[in-house]
């Protein structure tokens, strides 16, 4: 069923099926043509239990939170404040780029919403300081993929939820990897500016300036520091984070930066209600879908087949990463992970890789797949965003996608680099 259900899915995405259809209908019709007409009832059932869960209203509060934080002019605070600091590097405000959106995945864990938010401001302050309008584009979708990487991640919700994995762990292990595809950028981007003679965005600020941009972007700042410090200190549940993460992203909006008003808040939360939706009907679908697979052990199977192949770990986990990598090219990472997850999890939880270090690979190469050409999704946001063609953009981000993808090889290959944190705050066995 499975060999059958993946080709099926992909043909019914080319002919113009929204993707939460296709996921049940593709197990649908192969349960109608295998004889397995009674457990149709059963795939539409579990698509409410999918949703009918408390850890995943923590998404459309994580959502909101974005939105809010993004409508108040957040970003223009985090960009002003990473200017003040490495502004005046040749290549600065591709530098300046690169940190706003790490600062930024501290509050919104989408890389849309970073594109839309990041790239709208930068994207037009790197032309006119001499860069090509494709090239802003580039780093600004190559960037933001870091916004489902370093927590809040509403992928890794949907991961740890699908996978029965400590939320509290994915998120604690995805800061370092994070961090570090935001440093490899801009080694890259440093690398350019002296072959390239990138500009410079203005004379360096003083001391003075970089106090005052540091006391406007310090409440935003405070965000991811209230959500992580919440979790991992046991205040609060990571649901239960989201919806403090709100409320402080409503208090600053609203009534100390007061760049929200009161009639701004019915489009703000209509706004994140239908990104919420999205979201969680695709995971209602995935849980579906999930119950399908296990009653036809197509995953046993699968599992079976892969180990003919070998049952070196390391070898197996170099030849799933490029298949996530190509599956990423075509696929969102949301759907992506729920559809995969699934199947691919427990055959590497069965060679003895950790479930956390695995979700993490998984996590960080499709969310590189966001902007991998032809379907990259921030691919087509940021040549909304510039105007630029999305055929230009795909060339000038390959140079940082190969960054990305040694970033996901040195996860893959290094644990340490993922596992250190969660096992230092004990959230996985040493």
Known sequence: MLAL???LFLILLLIGMPVFF???AAPGVLLFSTGMERDLSLLFRNIYNGIDSFPLMAIPFFMLAGELMNKGGITLNLVNFSQSFIGHVRGGLAHVNILSSMLFAGMSGSAVADTSAIGSMMIPAMEKNGYSRKFAAAITAASSVIGPIIPPSGIMIIYAYTM???VAALFAAGIVPGILVGVSLMIMVALMAKKYDFPVAGPKSSWKERGHATRHAILP???PVIILGGIIGGIFTPTEASAVATVYALIISVWVMK???LKDLPGIFVKGAKASAVVLLLVGSAIAFKTVVSLSHSAEILADWVLTISENPLILLFLINILLFI???FLD???AIIILGPILGPIFISLGIDPVHFAIIMSVNLTVGLATPPMGLVLFVASSVSGE???AISKAILPFLAVEVVVIFLITFFPALSMTVPRLLGLVAG
């Open 259 to 261: 760049t929200v008003t």
């Open 221 to 223: 700042l405070f965000a």
């Open 164 to 166: 029965e994995v400590s």
């Open 327 to 329: 599956v990423g090219m």
């Open 5 to 7: 259900f993946l080709p």
């Open 389 to 391: 063609r999305i055929e």
């Open 333 to 335: 990472a949301g759907p």
């Open 22 to 24: 296709a996921m049940l």
